[in-house]
C-alpha cells in the first residue's frame, strides 16, 4: 500500500512537471514564431546608460528580432544623445532600424519643433538611403520600405507628422496624406502581406477624411502612433470593419511611467501578429496579460490572447 501511494504520487508529479513544460512562454513563443519584430518610441536621446533602453535593447536581442520600428522623438535637443552613437556604430540598430521624424528631431536638427522636415539628417545615421528595400521622398523624412522573411512581406510606411504646429493642415500636410495613400493603393496586398503605418502624432486617425479612414482601416493591418508616452490600444467606434487594422500608440521607452515597447511575434496558418507591450518595469522579458497582449489575424479580427489555451489551436 504504502509503494503504491509512492508511484501515484511520483505520477501526480510528473504529470504536474509535463503540464508545466507544455505551458507558453516567452521563449517558447519565439521559437513557434516565424519571426519577431519590434516597435519603440520616445527614448530621448537615451541609450544602454539607460536602463529602460538597456533592457528594450536586450530583449530585442534575446528575441532574434529581424528589425526595429521607431516612431520618433529619438533624440532630444541640450543634451548628450549617445542613442546616435549606437544608431551609427552597432550593427544591429544601424542597418535595421527604421527611424521615424518627429518634432523632437525637428528641434534638433532645426529652428525648433515646427521646422518642418528638418530631423531628416536622423536618417543618414542608419543609411536609409542605400537600403536596397527602401525608397525615399524627395522630402528626405518620409519612406516606404519592404522586410521580407519567409516568404511574409511587412510593408513599412513612414511618415512625417510633428504635434508642432498644432493646425494638423500643415504638420500633416496634404503631400504626406497623398504620399500615403499613393504607396497603400500600390501595394498589391495578398494573404501573405502585413502593412504598417507610423505616424507620431497621436490622434492622426481621426485627421483623415471619411473615405481615407475607411480604406486605410479596411487594407492596413498595424496602424501606430506615439507622443503622449502612453502605451494604449484604440478602439475607434466608426471602424471600417471587426476585421480592420488594429491602432496602437506604442508608449515610450525610458520617458513613461509605463515605460516599454511592443514587441510583435508573427506566426503562419493563418498569418497572424501576437502583439505585447513589454514593460521594462520588469525583471525579465515575459508573456503579457490582459491589456496588454493581443493577437491580430491578417485579414481577420483582433482578439486578446488566451496564454492559457494558446497552444492547443496552433496549426503545424
Not at 141 to 149: K, M, Q, R, T
Amino acid at each position: 500500500m504504502f509503494l503504491s501511494k509512492i508511484k501515484i504520487t511520483i505520477f501526480i508529479m510528473f504529470i504536474a512537471i509535463s503540464s508545466l513544460s507544455a505551458q507558453m512562454s516567452i521563449k517558447k513563443l519565439d521559437s513557434l514564431a516565424t519571426f519577431s519584430f519590434s516597435i519603440m518610441s520616445d527614448n530621448k536621446g537615451y541609450a544602454l546608460e539607460n536602463e529602460s533602453m538597456y533592457k528594450c535593447d536586450k530583449w530585442i536581442r534575446e528575441a532574434g528580432d529581424r528589425f526595429i520600428l521607431g516612431l520618433g522623438d529619438h533624440v532630444k535637443d541640450n543634451r548628450a544623445n549617445p542613442f546616435l552613437y549606437l544608431l551609427k556604430n552597432d550593427s544591429l540598430w544601424h542597418n535595421h532600424f527604421y527611424p521615424n521624424i518627429a518634432d523632437g528631431e525637428n528641434e534638433f536638427w532645426g529652428e525648433d519643433q515646427g521646422t518642418w522636415g528638418a530631423g531628416a539628417p536622423i536618417l543618414d545615421y542608419v543609411n536609409i538611403s542605400e537600403r536596397k528595400n527602401t525608397s525615399i521622398r524627395n522630402n528626405k523624412c518620409e519612406y516606404y520600405a519592404i522586410e521580407e522573411h519567409d516568404g511574409i512581406k511587412v510593408h513599412i510606411i513612414q511618415i512625417h507628422y510633428s504635434d508642432t504646429p498644432t493646425d494638423p493642415d500643415i504638420a500633416f500636410n496634404k503631400s504626406s496624406r497623398k504620399y500615403l495613400f499613393d504607396i497603400l493603393e500600390s501595394i498589391n496586398k495578398t494573404d501573405k502581406d502585413i502593412i504598417v503605418v507610423l505616424v507620431h502624432t497621436n490622434g492622426w486617425i481621426d485627421v483623415l477624411n471619411k473615405k481615407r479612414k475607411e480604406k486605410i482601416l479596411a487594407k492596413a493591418d498595424l496602424l501606430l502612433d506615439a507622443n503622449t508616452h502612453a502605451y494604449k490600444k484604440y478602439d475607434l467606434e466608426n471602424k471600417a470593419s471587426e476585421n480592420g487594422a488594429v491602432i496602437f500608440n506604442t508608449g515610450a521607452v525610458g520617458n513613461s511611467g509605463n515605460s516599454g515597447f511592443m514587441q510583435v511575434h508573427v506566426l503562419k496558418n493563418p498569418l497572424r501578429m501576437i502583439i505585447q507591450y513589454q514593460e521594462t518595469k520588469n525583471a525579465t522579458r515575459k508573456l503579457q496579460g490582459e491589456g496588454f497582449a493581443y493577437e491580430k489575424i491578417i485579414g481577420g479580427n483582433t482578439k486578446k490572447v488566451d496564454w492559457d489555451n494558446f497552444s492547443k489551436y496552433l496549426k503545424k
